[in-house]
Structures are given as structure tokens and as C-alpha cells.
Nanobody, 128 residues
Framework: QVQLVESGGGLVHTGGSLRLSCAAS????????LGWLRQAPGKEREFVAS????????YYADSVKGRFAISRDNVKNTVDLQMNSLKPEDTAVYYC?????????????????????WGQGTQVTVSP
């Protein structure tokens, strides 16, 4: 059974930084894209960033380009999200997610039908 466990959320001021980490277990993640989604109060879950197994392809939502950086360690089976220049609109629960072994059809492979599973989430709050 695949498990994804996020850590690293918290409260920061505008302009601050946080680093989220996700530990994946339960199967081999070779050839699987890993990524991050987020959901703010009253809004739908949205794509943030994702990275393919090789790391050659990285995808970002326009709202975080230039501020966030995703990376993965295929030995440790972890995926991290470095978040810089945080804004109040980045406040959300952040979820780690893994692409389904059957493949994907959306940008970043993090669409609702592309996912195998996601974690419990970690809260990120950015104060003005």
C-alpha cells in the first residue's frame, strides 16, 4: 500500500520561506512522477509542482514559478518543495501526490484522474 507522509508546514510571514518534504513508501516509484497539490479554504485543490523520476521534466503552476523549487531523491524516495517569497495567497493545505502507474494525461501528471494517491497534507499559513 502506497503511503505519502508530508512534513515541514508551518506559519511564516510574507516573504518568508518554508521547505516541505514528503516520504513515499509502499512500492517502487521508478517511472512515477511525484508532486505537490494544495487546497485553500473554500477553493478547489490545485496543482503546484511535479517532477518526473529522472528529474529531467519539472512542472510548475504559473502562480509559483520563480518562487518554488521541487526536487526528489530516488534513493530515499522523497520529494521536497522549497517555497520562497511566500505570499498570503499561498496559504493552504499542501498535499504530496504520486502519479498512477497507468500513466497520465494532464500537465504535470497531477490531474484528478492521473493520481494513484496523496498524503494527509500539511498546513502552510502565510501571514500578511
Amino acid at each position: 500500500q502506497v503511503q505519502l507522509v508530508e512534513s515541514g508546514g508551518g506559519l511564516v510571514h510574507t516573504g518568508g520561506s518554508l521547505r516541505l518534504s514528503c516520504a513515499a513508501s509502499g512500492r517502487s516509484f521508478d517511472s512515477s512522477t511525484l508532486g505537490w497539490l494544495r487546497q485553500a479554504p473554500g477553493k478547489e485543490r490545485e496543482f503546484v509542482a511535479s517532477i518526473t523520476w529522472s528529474g529531467r521534466s519539472i512542472y510548475y503552476a504559473d502562480s509559483v514559478k520563480g518562487r518554488f523549487a521541487i526536487s526528489r531523491d530516488n534513493v530515499k524516495n522523497t520529494v521536497d518543495l522549497q517555497m520562497n517569497s511566500l505570499k498570503p495567497e499561498d496559504t493552504a493545505v499542501y498535499y504530496c501526490a504520486v502519479e498512477s502507474p497507468t500513466g497520465c494525461s494532464t500537465y504535470g501528471c497531477m490531474g484528478p484522474t492521473d493520481l494513484e494517491t496523496w498524503g494527509q497534507g500539511t498546513q502552510v499559513t502565510v501571514s500578511p
